[in-house]
């Protein structure tokens, strides 16, 4: 079947998201976070793409780029295959490390923008692990001290400064903003996936959990790609709590 071609943004800015072939994890150490950065920075050097935010979650990467001359496609091949050789050079492993199209979406304006890069850095905290502040790979901290890999420029602009980003940060986004490219598996792959997530918590003891923990695993699933209806056949939570998990 062919792939649709990407939707094209009129203002160069995508929210882009990478993810772990079969859920597997990305990253094993901070060595390999730095790899991933580093050569992102190099790709988007030489391609003219400017990293406005970025997140590294265990298996998957969110990222906040400019791309005004529509290089975008090529920066990322250039990012996600160095990164996957060195991976599979490293432990010894053979096999995509990445699924094998990275899936993006337009940002058109500024509220929206600013939206994304909170999404981003909010995910650590969406994920039940710890605050946006307290996750050391992520832009966030950028943000707030040297930048490195990051263009924070425009976003503090918008922001009034540091003070007005770390306020805006913590302001609750609720339903405002999601990521909204959804690319349909398999139910069988949906199941696979979802105990690659959910790890030593079993699905059938997930409508159990504490709230905010099944909350949290719920939108991890979610974002792991997995429908409402799918979680819910899986788990037998009920379609409107699925829904409203963040």
């Not at 976070?33 to 400017?50: M, N, T, W």
């Not at 790609?225 to 709590?241: A, D, F, K, P, Y």
Request: aromatic content about 8%; some cysteine; hydrophobic content about 35%.
């Amino acid at each position: 079947m062919p792939r649709c071609a990407r939707v094209k943004s009129e203002s160069g800015f995508y929210h882009v998201i990478a993810k772990g072939s079969g859920g597997q994890n990305l990253f094993e150490g901070p060595y390999d976070c730095q790899a991933f950065l580093g050569l992102l920075s190099k790709a988007c050097e030489k391609g003219g793409v400017r990293v406005i935010a970025y997140c590294l979650m265990s298996n998957h990467v969110h990222l906040l780029l400019e791309d005004p001359e529509s290089h975008l496609g090529e920066v990322m091949k250039s990012a996600l295959t160095g990164y996957a050789q060195r991976f599979n050079k490293r432990g010894d492993r053979v096999g995509h490390v990445f699924q094998q199209r990275f899936k993006s979406q337009p940002v058109e304006n500024e509220d929206y923008l600013l939206r994304a890069v909170r999404y981003i850095h909010n995910n650590p905290e969406k994920a039940g692990i710890c605050q946006a502040s307290a996750f050391p790979w992520s832009s966030y901290h950028e943000y707030v001290g040297t930048p490195i890999v990051a263009d924070t420029a425009l976003v503090l602009e918008l922001c009034g400064g540091v003070e007005g980003f770390v306020a805006f940060s913590a302001q609750e986004d609720g339903d405002d903003y999601r990521f909204r490219e959804r690319t349909r598996i398999s139910d069988g792959e949906a199941r696979c996936l979802a105990e690659r997530v959910l790890g030593e918590v079993a699905l059938s003891d997930l409508k159990a959990l504490e709230r905010s923990r099944r909350n949290a695993l719920l939108f991890e699933l979610k974002n792991a790609g997995l429908s409402i209806s799918q979680i819910q056949r899986l788990t037998g939570i009920g379609r409107n709590v699925i829904a409203r998990a963040k």
